[in-house]
């Protein structure tokens, strides 16, 4: 069972990561541009949309709402090109750079001739930049709260954490995803350009998975990430799930159910994860 | 496991080592057993492997072939462990721009699981004034003694010290022989790989020399330079003109050659011990010296001898 000498290396290497991107202008000026980017975005689709009491999406190409409320809100910024795909390709192209980035500058090997374990060290190097993911994802939230506090709109807090939990694995997905490209290449245009590719091709992946079989629809991040939200109130469902609805409207397949969704956004995580821990533990870290 | 003569576990030992990086093999059945207690010289010309053997003996790359056991254990399963023992200087170290010396060392420290006194260990190698500053604003030769400052933390049982000198000025080479020195004294291993002649035989106890990745020499400074020939070398200024002497010298048994270059004769002996006869030979004759001096073969020769014939 992992203990002490685990976590501590992990959380070492995962601290003094974080505290080099604080203190870099370049990493703390993406995340100010891209926190800003969607919390305009956010305040502005606010400012533009009304959520009365009885207010109801009934059918946005995405979602379907049965019963009226304010939460629905919520759904509106999820549908977002802004937040979701956003989000997730920012995660890929901040998570590209976990391995490949400290191993062009030289810090890696300084890194890995302390008596930390490979696997810790790749292990929190990912956590350092799911902590910054986790951060905008707080920023926006907090931004979208505080307009809608003001425009009137009352959201439920369970469901706004379970809203904010939701887009941070969605965004950790692209981290995960991203950092093991990390690990495929010491060249770091060659594992930019994977990351590209990686980010274009996520986005499609649940179109063509649907429109080819739609059940395994489930397994794109994004089909996933509306379908666990679609969990977190008993009159929401996503259009998905509907498709994959029996004649009586129950969702019957395992894998339209808001547990395949949660599932699935875990095992964006964790897969990657596993597979970049294998890939880097086997490497080499010469010069 | 194999043991030396005084029953010591050697420091390292690499059995049949290999590496290859794709078609290339970087290193080709290495056989290197350093000491315990030793200050080991690994020489060799750029290229040659000694960067590769470092990296692997610390566990940065993987071995393609063979087997790395460093102070008793072996490099794949314990390199955690190794390496909790062992201070490394890596090549080209690089510190974090955003970190100061001091985060530097705290982070050592925090990996060891020792308490650092950060201003001791920087004072030791001379960063005591940049201690608060990040490492963005070093020199190249401030972050080599940041990164030896680093090997230091922990006392550690091996010093692996890859290309030491690099971007030191001459008081940092001096200091770093002084912390080689010490740490031999506290009882460490120093494994020192270099290109720099100087640095070996200032300070190493014995030397091997790597050549397009395999071991073609090792022993004590003395014994390589009698390996390649005993020859001296006088350099003699007399007080009057270079011509009378140079013809008396040509006739001293053991001579090899006499030259002049730089307004000095330059008499090539064929062994050490034929040098005093030299000198006899001037005073009994009415040459006057104003100065001679000797030289020996230097690393310079043992070092060309065994790269060049390859």
Same mark, same amino acid.
């Given at each position: 069972?992992?203990?002490?000498?685990?976590?501590?290396?992990?959380?070492?290497?995962?601290?003094?990561?974080?505290?080099?991107?604080?203190?870099?202008?370049?990493?703390?000026?993406?995340?100010?541009?891209?926190?800003?980017?969607?919390?305009?975005?956010?305040?502005?689709?606010?400012?533009?949309?009304?959520?009365?009491?009885?207010?109801?999406?009934?059918?946005?190409?995405?979602?379907?709402?049965?019963?009226?409320?304010?939460?629905?809100?919520?759904?509106?910024?999820?549908?977002?090109?802004?937040?979701?795909?956003?989000?997730?390709?920012?995660?890929?192209?901040?998570?590209?750079?976990?391995?490949?980035?400290?191993?062009?500058?030289?810090?890696?090997?300084?890194?890995?001739?302390?008596?930390?374990?490979?696997?810790?060290?790749?292990?929190?190097?990912?956590?350092?930049?799911?902590?910054?993911?986790?951060?905008?994802?707080?920023?926006?939230?907090?931004?979208? #709260?505080?307009?809608?506090?003001?425009?009137?709109?009352?959201?439920?807090?369970? #469901?706004?954490?379970?809203?904010?939990?939701?887009?941070?694995?969605?965004?950790?997905?692209?981290?995960? #995803?991203?950092?093991?490209?990390?690990?495929?290449?010491?060249?770091?245009?060659?594992?930019?350009?994977?990351? #590209?590719?990686?980010?274009?091709?996520?986005?499609?992946?649940?179109?063509?998975?649907?429109?080819?079989?739609?059940?395994?629809?489930?397994?794109?991040?994004?089909?996933?990430?509306?379908?666990?939200? =679609?969990?977190?109130?008993?009159?929401?469902?996503?259009?998905?799930?509907?498709?994959?609805?029996?004649?009586?409207?129950?969702?019957?397949?395992?894998?339209?159910?808001?547990?395949?969704?949660?599932?699935?956004?875990?095992?964006?995580?964790?897969?990657?994860?596993?597979?970049? $821990?294998?890939?880097?533990?086997?490497?080499?870290?010469?010069? | 496991?194999?043991?030396? =003569?005084?029953?010591?576990?050697? =420091?390292?030992?690499?059995?049949?080592?290999?590496?290859?990086?794709?078609?290339?093999?970087?290193?080709?059945?290495?056989?290197?057993?350093?000491?315990?207690?030793?200050?080991?010289?690994?020489?060799?010309?750029?290229? =040659?492997?000694?960067?590769?053997?470092?990296?692997?003996?610390?566990?940065?790359?993987?071995?393609?072939?063979?087997?790395?056991?460093?102070?008793?254990?072996?490099?794949?399963?314990?390199?955690?462990?190794?390496?909790?023992?062992?201070?490394?200087?890596?090549?080209?170290?690089?510190?974090?721009?955003?970190?100061?010396?001091?985060?530097?060392?705290?982070?050592?420290?925090?990996?060891?699981? $020792?308490?650092?006194?950060?201003?001791?260990?920087?004072?030791?190698?001379?960063?005591?004034?940049?201690?608060?500053?990040?490492?963005?604003?070093?020199?190249?030769?401030?972050?080599?003694?940041?990164?030896?400052?680093?090997?230091?933390?922990?006392?550690?049982?091996?010093?692996?010290?890859?290309?030491?000198?690099?971007?030191?000025?001459?008081?940092?080479?001096?200091?770093?022989?002084?912390?080689?020195?010490?740490?031999?004294?506290?009882?460490?291993?120093?494994?020192?790989?270099?290109?720099?002649?100087?640095?070996?035989?200032?300070?190493?106890?014995?030397?091997?020399?790597?050549?397009?990745?395999?071991?073609?020499?090792?022993?004590?400074?003395?014994?390589?330079?009698?390996?390649?020939?005993?020859?001296?070398?006088?350099?003699?200024?007399?007080?009057?003109?270079?011509?009378?002497?140079?013809?008396?010298?040509?006739?001293?048994?053991?001579?090899?050659?006499?030259?002049?270059?730089?307004?000095?004769?330059?008499?090539?002996?064929?062994?050490?011990?034929?040098?005093?006869?030299?000198?006899?030979?001037?005073?009994?004759?009415?040459?006057?010296?104003?100065?001679?001096?000797?030289?020996?073969?230097?690393?310079?020769?043992?070092?060309?001898?065994?790269?060049?014939?390859?």
């Amino acid at each position: 069972m992992p203990g002490r000498d685990t976590y501590t290396p992990l959380l070492d290497v995962a601290r003094v990561e974080f505290r080099r991107h604080r203190r870099s202008r370049g990493t703390v000026g993406t995340l100010i541009a891209v926190t800003l980017f969607c919390t305009f975005w956010s305040v502005h689709n606010l400012s533009i949309s009304a959520y009365p009491p009885d207010a109801s999406l009934v059918n946005d190409g995405v979602f379907s709402v049965v019963a009226p409320g304010q939460d629905v809100f919520l759904l509106d910024v999820a549908t977002s090109v802004f937040v979701g795909p956003l989000l997730l390709c920012f995660g890929i192209l901040l998570g590209v750079g976990t391995v490949v980035t400290p191993r062009a500058n030289g810090t890696l090997r300084t890194l890995q001739t302390l008596p930390y374990s490979r696997r810790s060290v790749f292990v929190g190097l990912l956590l350092s930049r799911l902590l910054l993911v986790a951060g905008v994802v707080a920023t926006l939230t907090l931004g979208t #709260v505080v307009s809608a506090s003001l425009a009137g709109v009352s959201l439920s807090l369970r #469901v706004l954490f379970g809203f904010v939990v939701f887009l941070t694995l969605h965004a950790a997905g692209g981290v995960a #995803v991203g950092t093991v490209l990390s690990t495929l290449r010491t060249r770091p245009a060659a594992v930019y350009l994977f990351g #590209v590719v990686a980010a274009v091709g996520l986005l499609v992946l649940g179109g063509l998975l649907s429109s080819q079989f739609l059940p395994a629809g489930v397994f794109a991040p994004r089909t996933a990430f509306h379908v666990a939200l =679609a969990g977190l109130h008993w009159n929401w469902t996503a259009l998905f799930q509907q498709a994959l609805a029996n004649s009586a409207g129950g969702i019957q397949p395992s894998y339209g159910s808001t547990a395949a969704g949660v599932l699935v956004l875990c095992a964006w995580v964790l897969i990657p994860t596993l597979l970049g $821990v294998v890939s880097y533990e086997r490497g080499d870290l010469g010069q | 496991m194999s043991y030396t =003569a005084d029953g010591h576990t050697p =420091a390292v030992v690499a059995d049949n080592f290999t590496k290859q990086f794709g078609t290339v093999t970087a290193v080709d059945g290495l056989e290197l057993t350093v000491p315990a207690g030793s200050v080991y010289g690994l020489l060799g010309p750029n290229g =040659a492997g000694k960067s590769t053997t470092i990296d692997a003996l610390v566990g940065l790359v993987q071995p393609t072939e063979g087997t790395i056991r460093v102070l008793g254990m072996d490099v794949r399963a314990s390199a955690v462990d190794i390496r909790r023992k062992t201070g490394i200087l890596p090549d080209g170290f690089t510190p974090y721009e955003q970190l100061t010396g001091r985060e530097h060392l705290e982070l050592a420290g925090r990996a060891n699981g $020792v308490d650092v006194h950060t201003g001791d260990v920087l004072a030791r190698v001379g960063l005591t004034d940049a201690a608060d500053r990040t490492a963005g604003g070093y020199s190249r030769g401030m972050c080599q003694r940041l990164g030896l400052a680093m090997a230091l933390v922990g006392q550690p049982d091996l010093l692996v010290l890859d290309e030491p000198g690099a971007g030191l000025d001459p008081h940092g080479i001096e200091l770093l022989r002084r912390i080689v020195r010490e740490e031999r004294a506290r009882g460490a291993t120093v494994l020192l790989s270099t290109h720099q002649l100087a640095q070996v035989e200032a300070v190493c106890d014995v030397v091997g020399i790597v050549d397009e990745g395999q071991l073609v020499a090792e022993d004590d400074v003395e014994t390589l330079r009698r390996t390649v020939g005993a020859e001296a070398t006088l350099r003699i200024r007399p007080t009057g003109p270079l011509e009378p002497a140079g013809d008396l010298l040509t006739d001293v048994d053991g001579v090899a050659e006499v030259t002049v270059a730089d307004d000095a004769l330059v008499v090539r002996c064929v062994d050490e011990q034929r040098t005093a006869g030299v000198i006899a030979a001037l005073e009994r004759s009415d040459v006057a010296l104003e100065s001679y001096e000797k030289a020996l073969p230097g690393l310079e020769q043992v070092f060309g001898a065994y790269t060049d014939e390859r």
